[in-house]
């Protein structure tokens, strides 16, 4: 909440009584602090001025921190140049009228009819430094990835209003004002809006889905806590090392990495605001202590993340992103057998990829394993593991190969279609004809289900080439 205070240092005082406001001292500060204006907090306030707040020092904030998305400054960089070539003038020229076709109708206006022919350099760059506030201001407002992205385009810069500015919050108050209060009384409804919450964009880090962690046991941990997160995400995003660029160019991977390490200040249930540039509302995700655990061990067991960073494609307009699923059952401990199977069963790819194939099924078992928290589990795998292999070791010695994938596409029929029994009858026939003894499947004959990471350790391992797995 926010409170006016008379008669001392400071004016004004924020306390973060929920996410919106922890996420308003956070843009707030980082405003405040790069500005080199006065502010201080303690474990529960932020105290600052208000004439501190003005619109002339926040767009000179906004330009300097999201210059890659102020295509006047794209154009000033090349305007740098004391010649230009053809693609310079090209490249100058789309951006003066937008034929990109991004959303940013500012710079089309402010250049109508004007065109960049490589000698009216001077021209061009009188036009951006009178215009210069009004480029930055209408495109932080409408640019997608902005403000537009967290909160109605009409409020930007507006005092504290009736109704809360956020997407998600903001109403039609001509239209609905009445309907949201209590007993269709608009007046009793408390809107919680202050113009503060227009640093809240500031407070999110990420690519097209953003993050703000409400680590909000006192205000300087939700202070070095999101200052780590966007340090980390902007070092992946400026490296050069390929071997990164991977998983970990993945905002959800940096969020869930930077927990892995975090336990000098996050061993207690934690709050995180999700904001997706596809939806027109936040979501709250809360990572439990529990979960916390499980994301640790994932390092500590050398899970490999990058394992479950792929999309896994049902049709043609039809995907599922494995990193949210898989994060999303690991938050909410719930079991990946579904998704496991899927794997099992998708033979074509399968067949196209077997090691990597593998390799996900491995991690994601591994994974399975810890969220149902079984004891001595990663004993029995490793012998159910071990059996798989001599039974392709024996397949192989017999030219039958063909066996192999046969055996293996029962097996997954079966537990595909929880016929646990007929599953455990072609495991006998297995035995039976291979010689070899599966020690452990007595625990499959007492309790399947409580178990099941046995089977699909073995399914995996049925293969020639799942022994060759990415580490």
């Given at each position: ?54 619109e ?14 102020m ?83 009409n ?51 990420g ?6 962690i ?108 494995f ?11 719930l ?42 589990m ?59 003894e ?28 799942s ?5």
């Amino acid at each position: 909440m926010k409170i006016l205070l008379e008669n001392e240092e400071y004016d004004r005082k924020l306390i973060p009584s929920d996410w919106r406001y922890s996420a308003a001292i956070y843009g707030l500060y980082k405003y405040l602090n790069q500005r080199g204006l006065k502010c201080h907090y303690s474990d529960d306030e932020l105290l600052y001025n208000s004439d501190d707040i003005t619109e002339k020092e926040i767009l000179e904030f906004i330009e300097y921190n999201y210059n890659e998305d102020m295509h006047h400054m794209y154009i000033e960089n090349i305007l740098r140049k004391s010649e230009f070539t053809e693609d310079d003038i090209s490249l100058v020229n789309e951006k003066l009228s937008n034929k990109s076709g991004s959303s940013n109708t500012i710079m089309k206006n402010v250049f109508k009819g004007i065109k960049f022919d490589g000698t009216n350099k001077q021209d061009i760059i009188k036009i951006i430094d009178e215009n210069r506030e009004t480029l930055i201001r209408e495109t932080f407002r409408n640019k997608k990835n902005l403000y537009s992205n967290f909160a109605n385009v009409n409020q930007l810069f507006n005092d504290d209003q009736d109704y809360c500015r956020l997407v998600g919050y903001c109403i039609d108050a001509p239209k609905k004002g009445k309907s949201i209060g209590y007993n269709f009384e608009a007046k009793s409804y408390v809107g919680n809006d202050i113009k503060e919450m227009d640093f809240i964009p500031f407070a999110f880090s990420g690519g097209r889905e953003k993050f703000f962690i409400n680590n909000n046991y006192s205000i300087k941990s939700i202070i070095g806590t999101n200052n780590i997160l966007e340090k980390e995400i902007n070092s992946i995003k400026n490296t050069e090392d390929e071997n990164i660029k991977g998983w970990k160019t993945s905002t959800r991977g940096v969020l869930f990495k930077l927990i892995q390490k975090s336990s000098d200040f996050i061993d207690y249930d934690v709050e995180v605001i999700v904001k997706n540039q596809d939806n027109d509302y936040f979501e709250t995700m809360y990572i439990r202590k529990d979960s916390i655990e499980i994301l640790r061990e994932l390092e500590s067991k050398h899970i490999n993340y990058n394992s479950i960073c792929f999309r896994y494609k049902v049709n043609d307009k039809l995907y599922i992103d494995f990193e949210k699923e898989v994060t999303d059952r690991i938050l909410n401990k719930l079991v990946l057998d579904d998704l496991i199977e899927l794997i099992l069963k998708d033979r074509d790819s399968r067949e196209k990829s077997t090691t990597n194939h593998s390799w996900k099924l491995k991690n994601m078992i591994s994974i399975n394993i810890l969220i149902r928290g079984e004891e001595n589990m990663e004993k029995k795998t490793k012998q159910a593991f071990a059996c798989a292999k001599k039974v392709v070791e024996r397949f192989v010695r017999d030219k039958s190969e063909n066996k192999i994938s046969t055996y293996s596409q029962k097996l997954t029929s079966a537990i595909v279609f929880k016929d646990y029994d007929r599953f455990c009858e072609i495991m006998l026939q297995l035995s039976n004809y291979t010689g070899i003894e599966f020690g452990f499947i007595y625990d499959l004959f007492e309790d399947f289900e409580g178990h099941k990471d046995l089977a699909y350790t073995f399914i995996s391992a049925l293969s020639k080439e799942s022994d060759k797995v990415e580490e």
